[in-house]
């Protein structure tokens, strides 16, 4: 199985949302990442990860791998820092 994780935005160029401590979305998305994929590959699976201000060149090397399956990753933020 070949999958594409996709971290959403990208950090210093499209910060995606940003929590109440100034955390964000696109930094988070990036580790969660990281993790999704090593863990894959710890099961045998192929995994291209790909965080891109462009939309085209996520799309690009998704199919330049090839991928069965394609994850995008996001989360949302709250202004409150009271918000779990
Ligand atoms: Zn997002």
């Known amino acids: 199985m070949r999958e594409t994780i996709n971290g959403g935005h990208y950090p210093g160029k499209d910060s995606g949302a940003v929590g109440a401590t100034g955390l964000q979305e696109a930094v988070v998305v990036r580790d969660v990442m990281q993790r999704v994929a090593g863990y894959l590959r710890a099961i045998g699976h ?3 990860e790909v965080q891109e201000n462009e939309l085209y060149q996520i799309t690009d090397a ?5 991928s069965d399956l394609f994850v995008s990753i996001h989360c ?3 202004s409150s820092s009271a918000a779990p």
Request: glycine share 0%.
């Open 46 to 48: 192929e995994v291209l």
């Open 62 to 66: 998704s199919n330049e791998f090839n």
């Open 76 to 78: 949302n933020a709250a």
